[in-house]
Protein backbone atom coordinates (compact mmCIF):
# COMPACT_ATOMS: atom_id res chain seq x y z
CA UNK A 1 0.00 0.00 0.00
CA UNK A 2 3.34 2.39 -0.48
CA UNK A 3 5.49 3.42 1.77
CA UNK A 4 3.74 5.22 4.34
CA UNK A 5 4.94 4.99 8.21
CA UNK A 6 1.34 4.90 9.88
CA UNK A 7 0.62 1.80 7.35
CA UNK A 8 3.73 -0.03 8.11
CA UNK A 9 2.86 0.53 11.75
CA UNK A 10 -0.84 -0.07 11.25
CA UNK A 11 0.07 -3.75 9.58
CA UNK A 12 2.70 -4.29 12.05
CA UNK A 13 -0.21 -3.67 14.88
CA UNK A 14 -2.62 -5.79 12.75
CA UNK A 15 -0.09 -8.74 12.80
CA UNK A 16 0.50 -8.86 16.49
CA UNK A 17 -3.64 -8.65 17.66
CA UNK A 18 -3.65 -5.20 18.53
CA UNK A 19 -6.71 -4.17 16.21
CA UNK A 20 -7.79 -1.44 17.87
CA UNK A 21 -3.85 0.52 17.62
CA UNK A 22 -3.90 -0.66 14.05
CA UNK A 23 -7.24 1.42 13.26
CA UNK A 24 -5.77 4.31 15.46
CA UNK A 25 -2.91 4.01 12.55
CA UNK A 26 -4.92 3.73 9.61
CA UNK A 27 -6.41 6.56 10.74
CA UNK A 28 -3.31 8.54 10.64
CA UNK A 29 -2.54 7.29 6.93
CA UNK A 30 -5.84 8.63 5.55
CA UNK A 31 -5.17 12.13 7.09
CA UNK A 32 -2.32 12.01 4.93
CA UNK A 33 -3.80 10.07 1.90
CA UNK A 34 -7.75 10.49 2.06
CA UNK A 35 -8.41 8.65 -1.19
CA UNK A 36 -6.27 5.88 -0.33
CA UNK A 37 -8.80 2.90 -0.76
CA UNK A 38 -6.85 -0.15 0.15
CA UNK A 39 -6.53 1.59 4.11
CA UNK A 40 -10.48 2.03 4.24
CA UNK A 41 -11.03 -1.73 3.01
CA UNK A 42 -8.13 -2.51 5.78
CA UNK A 43 -9.96 -0.54 8.56
CA UNK A 44 -13.35 -1.68 6.88
CA UNK A 45 -11.93 -5.48 7.76
CA UNK A 46 -10.86 -4.59 11.17
CA UNK A 47 -13.98 -2.96 12.10
CA UNK A 48 -15.97 -6.23 11.15
CA UNK A 49 -13.77 -8.65 12.63
CA UNK A 50 -14.23 -6.35 15.89
CA UNK A 51 -18.29 -6.54 15.53
CA UNK A 52 -18.52 -2.91 14.80
CA UNK A 53 -20.33 -3.40 11.78
CA UNK A 54 -21.84 0.02 11.37
CA UNK A 55 -18.74 1.33 10.94
CA UNK A 56 -17.71 -1.58 8.69
CA UNK A 57 -20.28 -0.66 5.97
CA UNK A 58 -19.26 3.25 6.28
CA UNK A 59 -15.80 2.71 5.60
CA UNK A 60 -17.01 -0.29 3.24
CA UNK A 61 -18.80 2.44 1.43
CA UNK A 62 -16.20 4.97 1.49
CA UNK A 63 -13.49 2.81 0.05
CA UNK A 64 -16.69 2.36 -3.06
CA UNK A 65 -16.70 5.91 -3.71
CA UNK A 66 -13.44 5.61 -4.28
CA UNK A 67 -13.82 2.53 -6.39
CA UNK A 68 -17.72 1.99 -7.14
CA UNK A 69 -16.95 -1.51 -8.95
CA UNK A 70 -14.33 -3.15 -7.01
CA UNK A 71 -16.12 -7.25 -6.55
CA UNK A 72 -14.46 -7.57 -3.52
CA UNK A 73 -15.91 -4.36 -1.68
CA UNK A 74 -19.18 -5.01 -3.16
CA UNK A 75 -18.98 -8.85 -1.68
CA UNK A 76 -17.58 -7.41 1.68
CA UNK A 77 -20.53 -5.06 2.05
CA UNK A 78 -23.38 -7.37 1.51
CA UNK A 79 -21.49 -10.13 3.63
CA UNK A 80 -21.37 -8.14 6.23
CA UNK A 81 -25.04 -6.78 5.25
CA UNK A 82 -26.49 -10.51 5.48
CA UNK A 83 -24.42 -11.12 8.81
CA UNK A 84 -26.74 -8.30 10.53
CA UNK A 85 -29.73 -9.84 8.90
CA UNK A 86 -29.93 -6.64 6.51
CA UNK A 87 -30.95 -9.33 3.69
CA UNK A 88 -32.82 -7.17 1.16
CA UNK A 89 -29.34 -4.79 1.13
CA UNK A 90 -26.99 -7.18 0.90
CA UNK A 91 -29.49 -8.51 -2.29
CA UNK A 92 -28.66 -5.28 -3.71
CA UNK A 93 -24.84 -5.64 -3.49
CA UNK A 94 -24.23 -9.08 -4.43
CA UNK A 95 -26.59 -8.53 -8.00
CA UNK A 96 -24.14 -5.51 -8.32
CA UNK A 97 -20.97 -8.15 -8.26
CA UNK A 98 -22.91 -10.35 -10.48
CA UNK A 99 -23.70 -7.87 -12.68
CA UNK A 100 -19.72 -7.13 -13.16
CA UNK A 101 -18.81 -10.52 -13.04
CA UNK A 102 -22.08 -13.11 -12.97
CA UNK A 103 -19.29 -15.88 -12.41
CA UNK A 104 -18.39 -14.78 -9.21
CA UNK A 105 -18.69 -17.40 -7.07
CA UNK A 106 -18.79 -15.75 -3.53
CA UNK A 107 -21.29 -13.12 -4.49
CA UNK A 108 -23.67 -15.98 -6.27
CA UNK A 109 -23.56 -18.18 -3.16
CA UNK A 110 -24.18 -15.10 -0.49
CA UNK A 111 -27.03 -14.36 -2.45
CA UNK A 112 -28.42 -17.50 -2.54
CA UNK A 113 -28.14 -17.54 1.12
CA UNK A 114 -30.53 -14.38 1.79
CA UNK A 115 -32.70 -15.30 -0.72
CA UNK A 116 -33.22 -18.63 1.11
CA UNK A 117 -33.24 -16.25 4.63
CA UNK A 118 -36.07 -14.08 2.75
CA UNK A 119 -38.17 -17.14 1.76
CA UNK A 120 -37.19 -16.73 -1.51
CA UNK A 121 -36.49 -20.42 -2.12
CA UNK A 122 -37.64 -20.66 -5.75
CA UNK A 123 -34.75 -18.08 -6.48
CA UNK A 124 -32.46 -19.78 -4.04
CA UNK A 125 -32.06 -22.60 -5.51
CA UNK A 126 -31.70 -20.79 -9.03
CA UNK A 127 -28.60 -19.10 -7.84
CA UNK A 128 -27.22 -22.83 -5.98
CA UNK A 129 -27.39 -23.95 -9.62
CA UNK A 130 -25.74 -21.63 -10.89
CA UNK A 131 -23.14 -21.97 -8.69
CA UNK A 132 -22.66 -25.66 -8.45
CA UNK A 133 -22.82 -25.62 -12.42
CA UNK A 134 -19.35 -23.80 -11.50
CA UNK A 135 -18.27 -25.17 -8.18
CA UNK A 136 -20.39 -28.71 -8.15
CA UNK A 137 -18.57 -29.69 -5.20
CA UNK A 138 -19.57 -27.13 -2.44
CA UNK A 139 -21.24 -28.63 0.36
CA UNK A 140 -22.62 -25.73 2.14
CA UNK A 141 -24.46 -24.87 -1.57
CA UNK A 142 -25.56 -28.59 -1.97
CA UNK A 143 -27.15 -28.57 1.75
CA UNK A 144 -28.34 -24.84 1.04
CA UNK A 145 -30.32 -25.78 -2.32
CA UNK A 146 -31.56 -28.97 -0.07
CA UNK A 147 -32.87 -27.22 2.53
CA UNK A 148 -34.60 -24.64 -0.33
CA UNK A 149 -36.09 -27.68 -2.15
CA UNK A 150 -37.87 -29.19 1.03
CA UNK A 151 -39.12 -25.82 2.26
CA UNK A 152 -41.13 -25.42 -1.10
CA UNK A 153 -42.19 -29.51 -1.12
CA UNK A 154 -39.72 -30.46 -3.81
CA UNK A 155 -38.75 -33.47 -1.39
CA UNK A 156 -36.86 -35.89 -3.20
CA UNK A 157 -35.07 -33.24 -5.24
CA UNK A 158 -34.05 -32.21 -1.75
CA UNK A 159 -33.12 -35.58 -0.32
CA UNK A 160 -30.86 -36.07 -3.23
CA UNK A 161 -28.58 -32.72 -2.24
CA UNK A 162 -28.37 -34.38 0.78
CA UNK A 163 -27.25 -37.63 -0.56
CA UNK A 164 -24.86 -35.71 -2.96
CA UNK A 165 -23.68 -33.83 0.11
CA UNK A 166 -23.17 -36.64 2.05
CA UNK A 167 -21.24 -38.12 -0.93
CA UNK A 168 -18.35 -35.36 -0.18
CA UNK A 169 -18.27 -35.75 3.38
CA UNK A 170 -20.11 -38.87 4.89
CA UNK A 171 -19.39 -37.64 8.18
CA UNK A 172 -21.25 -33.61 7.91
CA UNK A 173 -23.38 -33.76 11.05
CA UNK A 174 -25.48 -30.72 9.67
CA UNK A 175 -26.02 -32.36 6.59
CA UNK A 176 -27.03 -35.60 8.22
CA UNK A 177 -29.73 -33.64 10.11
CA UNK A 178 -30.91 -31.99 7.32
CA UNK A 179 -31.33 -34.97 5.58
CA UNK A 180 -33.39 -36.30 8.40
CA UNK A 181 -35.68 -33.73 8.02
CA UNK A 182 -36.43 -34.11 4.86
CA UNK A 183 -36.73 -38.06 5.32
CA UNK A 184 -39.11 -37.50 8.01
CA UNK A 185 -41.45 -34.95 6.27
CA UNK A 186 -41.91 -37.83 3.76
CA UNK A 187 -42.71 -39.99 6.14
CA UNK A 188 -39.70 -41.90 6.37
CA UNK A 189 -39.31 -41.96 10.20
CA UNK A 190 -37.32 -44.95 10.44
CA UNK A 191 -34.62 -43.30 8.08
CA UNK A 192 -34.66 -40.32 9.39
CA UNK A 193 -33.68 -41.54 13.34
CA UNK A 194 -30.74 -43.59 11.35
CA UNK A 195 -29.51 -40.32 10.23
CA UNK A 196 -30.20 -38.87 13.91
CA UNK A 197 -28.03 -42.19 15.36
CA UNK A 198 -25.32 -41.15 13.08
CA UNK A 199 -24.89 -37.99 14.57
CA UNK A 200 -25.66 -38.46 17.96
CA UNK A 201 -23.35 -42.34 17.87
CA UNK A 202 -21.14 -41.63 14.93
CA UNK A 203 -19.14 -45.13 13.84
CA UNK A 204 -15.97 -45.26 15.20
CA UNK A 205 -12.49 -46.44 13.53
CA UNK A 206 -11.77 -49.89 13.54
CA UNK A 207 -8.39 -49.73 15.73
CA UNK A 208 -8.47 -46.71 16.69
Known sequence: MGENPWIEKAEKAKKLGKLEEAIMAFEKALEGDPRNREVMEEMADIFYELGRHAEALAMYDRALREDPENLLLLYKKGY??????????????????????????????????????????TEAISCFDRSLALSPRNIRVLASRGIAAREIGRLEESLR?????LELNAINAF??????LTLRQMGRTREADECIARINFPPTKKGG
Open 80 to 121: TLRKIHRCEEALLCFNRALSLNPDFLYALNDKGYCLNELGRY
Open 161 to 165: CFDRA
Open 175 to 180: VIYQKS
